[in-house]
């Protein structure tokens, strides 16, 4: 998925989600901003696998923030990241990788970051490469339990 902009949503895909969400073998490349933000009002409860992607080139817009996935709120019982590439070099703006925390409310009971290769190339590129735990200014909302391991990054 070619995703270059102009667009009027700097996310390439966000979704609602409810159930099992699966994205895999998958091309992202060229997105403005955000590959993947997941948001809910309703609060649901999902699985989340995101597996064997090549995804590449984010945060193309200025002043955008670049996350490869970033959930927004709601009650997410599992989240596997496993066996992605990423690479990344230095775009119109920066930000971070995955991320394992709600930026809004909701929680992640089970999370998995492992066999990933991540590569950024160049000064300033990323800020987190993964930005596991909290964020700094919701430190209650974040996944409570969770594995990583062997991800390679260059």
């Not at 019982?77 to 070099?89: G, L």
């Not at 809004?104 to 991540?118: F, K, P, Q, V």
């Amino acid at each position: 998925m070619d995703s270059r902009p102009p667009r009027d949503d700097l996310r390439t895909l966000r979704n609602r989600p409810f159930g099992t969400i699966t994205l895999e073998y998958n091309w992202f490349k060229n997105f403005p901003s955000m590959c993947w933000k997941t948001f809910s009002q309703a609060e649901p409860i999902f699985l989340w696998f995101y597996d064997c992607n090549l995804i590449e080139q984010g945060a193309i817009e200025p002043g955008a923030h670049l996350n490869f996935l970033q959930f927004g709120s709601g009650t997410v019982t599992s989240a596997d990241v496993s066996y992605n590439t990423t690479y990344q070099t230095p775009q119109a703006s920066r930000g971070e990788g995955f991320q394992f925390y709600m930026n809004n409310s909701g929680t992640i009971t089970d999370a998995s970051l492992a066999n990933n290769t991540m590569i950024a190339i160049g000064a300033n590129i990323m800020a987190f490469m993964n930005h596991l735990g909290s964020n700094s200014q919701r430190a209650r909302i974040m996944a409570t339990t969770g594995a990583r391991g062997r991800n390679f990054m260059p």
